[in-house]
């Protein structure tokens, strides 16, 4: 295939009709990227953090609440396969930008809701932005930086991801009880404008190029790495939620810690996964599979320890800063895998069904946890995801990535 074909020369991915990129990576718009996963992470799971006093103020019950998380992974899996398809004419970073706005209505929806179907029509328009933007923001980054620095730039973009994690919640919570839970979602709202003044002045023109469309969406989903990518991902992250959705059970139960020793060890699994994603990336410039593999194994091998030494508080602390940390190495590598190695030429179509997937595995772990929880106890949530996590491992190991991609 020729150069202008796949559109790629000296290690850079080029448009025509855009100024020369070798001049150096867009940082810039790279971070003002970081930027809007941090901020749609932060309102996916800001409910959770705000979770009594939203269901107390709309007269609904916990469960309700729990139903917007729901909402939005399971409107998120749509929109990533298609959003890309329906906005294809657009300039790429106007789509990020009505994914953004699509952000801060949804977090000012939340805010002024008085009942359970504004919120979660608030939550649909989020899972909108949130399928949106991550069906494209990994063709973005080939776009914006060479191809040597594209592992480099993702790991920047999943940053925001695992800052939310260790921020979101203590912050939600803290907030919500000192200011009321309304403030919580106003707060987000205006980190999403932040967000949005940062996209406007950094990110260039990005005429669409190779977008998605649905025939090219059929034809990833055949490519077989791609399937065993997704089932990778379907594993990995339905077990992660499985068992973490419920891990504060967990620590009340088994070593029965105290609500101030929850939240540190909480803290510390959102600080291990703010280094997870790091070494993720430079895990991820030497060995694909490795990036793709270790992770959910240290993942499984983390809720195996909880399972039989759950009892000793140091060994839970250890055990979660364990998964933390895995579970932030997670998105780096499997994303570096279905887009760069396996459809590098089809970005937009492989970076929607990644998206799509991991959404849809958010939900059936949460819902199938919670079913495991409720009839066989939160330790069978825990070993769910143990044994999902190692099967996502060893089939990277067996049926994984053969070569590295080309940077050069």
């Known amino acids: 295939m020729t150069e202008s074909a796949t559109g790629f020369m000296d290690g850079v991915l080029h448009d025509p009709k855009q100024p020369d990129q070798r001049s150096g990576p867009a940082w810039g718009a790279v971070i003002s990227l970081a930027l809007g996963t941090f901020g749609l992470v932060t309102a996916e799971f800001l409910p959770a953090s705000v979770l009594t006093p939203l269901a107390h103020d709309l007269s609904i019950t916990e469960g309700a609440v729990g139903q917007a998380l729901t909402t939005t992974a399971i409107v998120g ?80 973009i999943l940053t925001g991801v695992t800052c939310a994690t260790v921020c979101a919640a203590p912050i939600g919570a803290y907030v919500g009880d000192i200011w009321g839970w309304r403030t919580a979602f106003m707060i987000a709202a205006v980190v999403g404008a932040v967000t949005l003044v940062a996209q406007l002045i950094t990110i260039p023109r990005l005429p669409p190029i190779g977008v998605a469309s649905f025939r090219s969406l059929l034809d990833v989903a055949k490519n ?29 139960k088994f070593p029965a810690l105290d609500i101030e020793t929850i939240s540190l060890v909480l803290l510390v699994f959102g600080i291990g996964g703010f280094f997870g994603n790091l070494a993720g990336g430079f895990l991820a410039e030497h060995s694909l599979k490795a990036a793709a593999a270790l992770p959910p194994l240290l993942i499984a091998m983390a809720t195996v320890s909880l ?59 949460a819902i199938f946890g919670g079913l495991l929880m409720d009839n066989a106890g939160v330790a069978s949530s825990l070993a769910y995801s143990a044994v999902a996590s190692f099967l996502g491992a060893l089939t990277v190991f067996l049926l994984g990535p053969k070569r590295e991609p080309q940077t050069t």
């Open 77 to 156: 899996a749509i929109s990533a396969p298609t959003m890309a398809v329906i906005t294809r004419p657009l300039d790429r970073r106007i789509v990020i930008w009505a994914m953004t706005l699509l952000l801060i209505l949804s977090n000012v929806l939340s805010a002024v809701a008085g009942s359970l179907p504004v919120l979660l029509a608030a939550r649909v328009v989020l899972g909108i932005a949130l399928g949106g933007f991550w069906s494209i923001s990994a063709a973005l980054a080939m776009r914006l930086v060479p191809s040597h620095l594209l592992r480099r730039a993702m790991s920047i």
């Open 224 to 252: 077989p790495m791609i399937k065993v990518a997704m089932l990778v991902v379907l594993l990995v992250a339905s077990g992660h939620f499985a068992g973490f959705t419920y891990i504060r059970a967990f620590l009340e």
């Open 307 to 365: 399972l039989t030494l759950g009892a000793s508080a140091w060994a839970t602390a250890i055990a979660v800063t364990v998964w933390g940390f895995a579970f932030g190495a997670v998105p780096v590598g499997l994303q570096t895998w279905m887009v760069l190695h396996a459809a590098p030429e089809q970005a937009e179509s492989a970076g929607g069904l990644m998206a799509a997937t991991f959404q849809v595995a958010i939900a059936a772990g």
